[in-house]
């Protein structure tokens, strides 16, 4: 998509040209009269960002919406101030992309997004942006706006697709005045003000075969006829598939571009080994498979969810032959890093798949911590220390039918954290995002200064789950090896003879002076700071929300700071 850049002043040419250097290949700044730039990027561009008062881009825009076109073919306008300070959203929210940009370009400009669409501000996901076509766009907005009332609004869905948290009004309504009707099906209509908003999921897969030198516009018949015959929607089709020996065909190309459709290919041994209605020995001969379109649309269809079915099998005309199958979608888990504590240490990426989720699977002091961020109807699911297992097969088991689940925690999910016991349960059946996180060692580390400067090792004290006489060894390997020793869960109230044992093992190859440092509850309220030595260490300073920092060597302290140098050879030795 082609974002048009225009502007009125020296300061909106500046800005314009910070954008186009921050997104190269994606902007092109109009020259000229304003008018006439808005002419050009409205005719060629997919969005706009005008740096010009909101008033003036009205007007200059009237002629352009009186022109005709909705807004699901206009592009999405965002008006900048001159001062850069405010992004303000006055065209296409949701159908232009509007919304995101504005997003886009606050974080280029250090600007603030205003979008004044009801169901962002109310923090709700949009009905038509959920990942579904829309099959009478003239119900999204009364939908939206009972929806936002609070009103009762019927769900009804083919399948459970895992789709973030719904307000409580939204659900099992009949009768209701307003719905929702998630299918693949054909679309029937009424015309009755109160039928439902109809949304299209990507489901359903074309498979084609092809003979050399067929039409874009055979297979394009033959297409939307086998939908029509079996009542299928050509907005649920999410991709075409074919054999790979077709993967140049010029007309199935034409084809899968004209729909703006990936089209996926398989050698024929594989579709040779899916089980179909319809083999034939003739295809067998021809590409060494007995299915090209029934085996073709099963395989892209398993690829993308947990299960398929062939919802129409295969029609032929001279030269094409079309089938259809239905993928069952899969749930999804995003194991996600809340970072050490503080809300500006988490990431823009954990935030979003937080809002992506529909149920949040934490302990319950991480849950509270991001509460505040969670959709309205979001479902939570929390418990208390020393439940991990527990947790994590109720994340994934949540996922595997068919939720969007988010499972947290602190730091880096992969470090000592959720991600390891979640990801032996979870099978190939369900979607799993992981979302990094700031460890409680890398936050420890930028307060200490730069102890982890060069090679270091995390060890974890806590021998609940691993022997504390394999603990020793490790630590043993770590001192004989001069690493910089970063100790997780180093004391608790009942666990307090392994911290003294853990530093006379390093001791004995380190000498007193050795740095080390203490961090405790780092970016939280409370954080405290401590820099001593392995002589003066107190183990009674330490409990289980302080990261032990133990230099190599090399480590030392300067100018209060404590630093493990890189060895960089313009060093000063």
Request: charged letters at 15%; aromatic letters at 4%.
């Amino acid at each position: 998509m082609t974002i048009g850049l225009i502007w009125a002043t020296a300061a909106g040419r500046a800005a314009a040209d910070r954008l186009a250097a921050a997104w190269p290949g994606e902007c092109t700044v109009h020259e000229g009269r304003v008018r006439d730039q808005l002419a050009r990027a409205w005719a060629e561009s997919g969005a706009i960002v005008a740096f010009v008062a909101t008033g003036a881009t009205v007007r200059l825009l009237a002629p352009h919406l009186v022109a005709g076109g909705g807004k699901d073919t206009q592009p999405g306008v965002v008006c900048v101030d001159e001062a850069g300070r405010w992004a303000v959203v006055l065209l296409g929210g949701h159908a232009g992309g509007a919304n995101a940009l504005a997003e886009r370009v606050s974080a280029v400009l250090g600007a603030q997004p205003v979008v004044t669409t009801g169901t962002d501000a109310a923090g709700l996901a949009g009905l038509d942006t959920l990942g579904f076509a829309v099959g009478n766009p003239e119900r999204v907005a009364p939908v939206s706006r009972a929806l936002l009332d609070g009103e009762p609004v019927d769900w009804r869905a083919d399948q459970l697709w895992p789709l973030p948290a719904l307000p409580a009004n939204v659900g099992a309504h009949p009768g209701a005045a307003h719905g929702v009707l998630v299918t693949d099906r054909a679309p029937t209509r009424g015309g009755a003000a109160a039928a439902p908003l109809v949304l299209h999921p990507p489901s359903l897969v074309l498979g084609i075969g092809a003979s050399r030198g067929v039409a874009a516009e055979e297979i394009a018949a033959l297409a939307d006829r086998v939908l029509a015959e079996a009542g299928l929607a050509a907005a649920s089709v999410c991709a075409i598939a074919t054999a790979d020996v077709k993967a140049d065909e010029a007309g199935l190309l034409a084809y899968a571009a004209g729909r703006n459709l990936p089209l996926v290919t398989f050698p024929a041994g594989e579709l040779a080994a899916v089980d179909v209605p319809h083999p034939s020995e003739v295809v067998r001969a021809a590409v060494g498979t007995p299915s090209v379109a029934e085996a073709a649309a099963l395989l892209a269809a398993r690829a993308r969810g947990r299960a398929a079915e062939l919802v129409a099998g295969k029609t032929a005309s001279a030269m094409a032959t079309v089938a259809v199958a239905r993928l069952v979608p899969m749930g999804r888990l995003a194991v996600i890093g809340l970072g050490p504590g503080a809300a500006d240490l988490r990431t823009p990426r954990a935030t979003e798949q937080l809002r992506a989720a529909s149920i949040v699977v934490g302990l319950d002091q991480y849950v509270a911590q991001v509460r505040h961020l969670l959709r309205p109807g979001t479902r939570i699911v929390d418990s208390g220390l020393g439940a991990e297992e527990e947790r994590a097969r109720t994340a994934v088991e949540l996922a595997r039918a068919g939720h969007a689940v988010a499972l947290i925690g602190s730091g880096d999910a992969g470090v000592y954290a959720m991600a390891s016991p979640a990801l032996e349960f979870a099978g190939d059946d369900i979607a799993v995002t992981a979302v990094p996180g700031v460890t409680a060692a890398l936050a420890a580390s930028s307060l200490l200064g730069a102890p982890l400067g060069h090679d270091h090792v995390y060890l974890s004290l806590s021998d609940l789950h691993t022997p504390w006489a394999v603990i020793e060894r490790r630590l043993a390997a770590a001192a004989q090896a001069d690493l910089v020793v970063c100790l997780y869960n180093p004391r608790s109230a009942r666990r307090t003879r392994q911290l003294p044992a853990a530093l006379a093992i390093l001791g004995a190859h380190r000498p007193p002076r050795t740095p080390i440092g203490l961090v405790r509850d780092a970016s939280r309220p409370g954080e405290r700071v401590a820099l001593t030595t392995l002589a003066e260490f107190d183990p009674a300073a330490v409990d289980m929300n302080t990261v032990v920092i133990v230099g190599a060597s090399t480590t030392r302290t300067v100018a209060g700071r404590m630093v493990t140098p890189r060895g960089y050879a313009w060093m000063p030795s």
